[in-house]
């Protein structure tokens, strides 16, 4: 089974609403990250959040992490058509840091004009 | 600034042959991963290189090899091809230990 597991699996809004995604992880971890995908294109990373860090801003998004939950939130503010792609989470494989990931099944997004 | 190339972007072949897919890491980037995802799935870690040596291995498949060669492009060679390969393969290269990874736009083989 998947490490990472995200709700919803899609989400429509309108343009300017926030978007929630949440994300569900089963073993203990050092880092959690989100990365963006636009369909079929390759994906972009978005945030970083330690596993000593609660929550996390970059421009309108903000990042939260629930370490006694296994859990982390991806809030994006005043959403904009641009924004419509599918998010995920990524967790490291194995113990300690490291860039091998196992990903989330994402959270598809749109933002409708 | 540079990004990770990969290529071919697009591929198709029959059941049982064969195909290598290409990438280019950021300049200065030691370590190089392979991912691969199937239609409407996550994206799945087959393999990775630090410095031209395996660093691990995920579930690729034994009809798949992959190597990271001197100026540290990497290569990924499937052999055998079935229906089920038919997928998006991903490059991405990070440097050093840094966690963020920089994907590239994927190579999308279609196996018919």
């Known amino acids: 089974s998947q490490q990472g597991e995200e709700d919803p699996q899609a989400l429509s809004i309108q343009e300017g609403e926030n978007a929630t995604m949440n994300c569900s992880y089963k073993?203990?971890?050092?880092?959690l990250q989100w990365y963006r995908q636009n369909s079929g294109r390759g994906l972009v990373h978005l945030i970083l959040?330690?596993?000593?860090?609660r929550e996390k801003h970059s421009g309108r998004l903000r990042v939260t992490l629930d370490t006694s939950k296994k859990s982390s939130s991806l809030l994006i503010t005043a959403s904009r058509a641009a924004d419509t792609a599918s998010y995920f989470c990524?967790?490291?494989?194995?113990?300690?840091?490291?860039?091998?990931?196992?990903f989330g099944q994402g959270t598809t997004l749109q933002v409708k004009p | 600034a540079a990004g990770v190339i990969q290529s071919p972007r697009h591929l198709i072949k029959e059941k049982r042959e064969t195909a290598t897919l290409k990438c280019y890491p950021i300049?200065?980037?030691?370590?190089v991963y392979w991912y691969q995802q199937g239609p409407g799935q996550d994206p799945q870690f087959l393999i990775s290189?630090?410095?031209?040596?395996?660093?691990d291995k995920g579930s690729i498949p034994d009809r798949f090899s992959a190597q990271q060669f001197s100026d540290y492009h990497s290569e990924l060679n499937m052999s055998s091809l079935e229906l089920g390969d038919s997928a998006l393969y991903f490059c991405?290269?990070?440097?050093?230990?840094?966690?963020?990874?920089?994907f590239g736009e994927g190579s999308r083989l279609t196996v018919l």
């Open positions: 991405a290269s990070s440097l050093g230990g840094a966690l963020e990874l920089f």
């Open positions: 073993t203990s971890i050092n880092n």
């Open positions: 959040i330690r596993s000593n860090e």
């Open positions: 990524a967790t490291p494989r194995g113990s300690g840091n490291t860039g091998k990931l196992i």
């Open positions: 300049p200065r980037h030691d370590t």
């Open positions: 290189f630090y410095e031209k040596m395996q660093s």
